[in-house]
């Protein structure tokens, strides 16, 4: 069809993963791109999370919290833990430790995998210690 779809995005993202030895290897800028277009193909709150994470990474913790507050993500994914964990990882990387931790509780509410809510208990430690 000479355009790239939704499954054509998805595989050039994790071929960007992939292609990385380290998790800051990745060229976020050209993932944070390609799940924007994602989004306009397939509007999930999913999507939008993934985006905003991606941003976070390629441009700072300031705008992917940004695009996280804007987007109505609070409310399509109340009960959604990772978008709970997102938050609180970037409210922490911008320094606003007290909003962290309350999202970190709010994740670690919803978690019912325990090395998942080893690792929240452990980055909400870090935040209020």
């Known amino acids: 069809m000479r355009r790239a779809g939704p ?22 800028r050209q993932i ?25 990474i390629a441009v700072s913790p300031g705008e992917g919290l940004r695009d996280l ?13 990772l978008y709970h964990a997102a938050r609180a990882d970037l409210l922490r990387r911008s320094g606003r430790t007290s909003e962290a931790a309350a999202a970190y509780q709010r994740a670690l509410s919803l978690t ?8 929240l208990k452990r980055r909400l430690k870090e935040t209020t210690a």
């Open 112 to 119: 019912v995998n325990s090395v998942e809510r080893q690792y």
């Open 7 to 28: 499954y054509q995005l998805r595989a050039a993202i994790a071929a960007l993963h992939c292609q990385a030895s380290r998790p800051d290897e990745p060229d976020w």
């Open 69 to 81: 507050d804007e987007s109505g993500l609070s409310q399509a994914l109340t009960d959604y833990y």
């Open 32 to 56: 944070a791109a390609l799940y924007k277009e994602l989004h306009r193909l397939t509007p999930t709150a999913v999507v939008a999370l993934n985006h905003a994470v991606a941003v976070a």
